[in-house]
T-cell receptor, first 112, second 117 residues
């Protein structure tokens, strides 16, 4: 699986959009980009995933650049409950194991 | 029911004790996972079960012994642990264990916080 790079921490004002970047410059053509988050002392929570096209669900939007070397997770209206560590993970569907390999993630602090 | 439950929430055990962690899901998922998470670090995969069979052991010491008695239950038996094994132990499940051509989201439980004294 390709390696990802994320900023260690970010701040965001409550009610504003939070844009979390992820660099995955070595991603291969069939690898998906997944995002999970982990609120303090809880288990990780699946947010969204995508391959090439932008994706949106009730939690967030995922924007993947045309060359697929980077992506941005967007939380459109951040709340205090969105304070968490956000993990960007690149996964290969060709494997038979469904392994998740977590990087160090980005600690998003939503400020009141 | 879209929940993965783990018991106990907290566990304190001595180095000579034997204890077990339990994980349960009723989503019909056929893959289950154990992760270990030390403080301020990301989760690290320990074991993967697919269709009740152990498919991955990430070189975990034998003092950790997983068991999958049925498709809904996953246990982690602990024996002769060391203080450095103190961590948050997370269980997860997914619909399948992974097949060529697609991946599956994993759903995590809240974890068991283990302290070894």
């Amino acid at each position: 699986d390709a390696k990802t790079t994320q900023p260690p921490s970010m701040d965001c004002a409550e009610g504003r959009a939070a844009n979390l970047p992820c660099n995955h410059s070595t991603i291969s053509g069939n690898e998906y980009v997944y995002w999970y988050r982990q609120i303090h002392s809880q288990g990780p929570q699946y947010i969204i995933h995508g391959l090439k096209n932008n994706e949106t669900n009730e939690m967030a939007s995922l924007i993947i650049t045309e060359d697929r070397k980077s992506s941005t997770l967007i939380l459109p209206h951040a709340t205090l409950r969105d304070t968490a560590v956000y993990y960007c993970i690149v996964r290969d569907p060709g494997g038979a194991t469904n392994k998740l390999i977590f990087g160090t993630g980005t600690l998003l602090a939503v400020q009141p | 029911d879209t929940e993965v439950t783990q018991t106990p929430k907290h566990l304190v055990m001595g180095m000579t004790n034997k204890k077990s962690l339990k994980c349960e899901q009723h989503m019909g998922h056929r893959a289950m996972y154990w992760y270990k998470q030390k403080a301020k670090k990301p989760p690290e995969l320990m074991f993967v079960y697919s269709y009740e069979k152990l498919s991955i052991n990430e070189s975990v010491p034998s003092r950790f012994s997983p068991e999958c008695p049925n498709s809904s239950l996953l246990n982690l038996h602990l024996h002769a642990l060391q203080p450095e094994d103190s961590a948050l132990y997370l269980c997860a499940s997914s619909l399948r264990g992974g097949t060529s051509g697609r991946t599956y989201e994993q759903y995590f439980g809240p974890g068991t916080r283990l302290t070894v004294t």
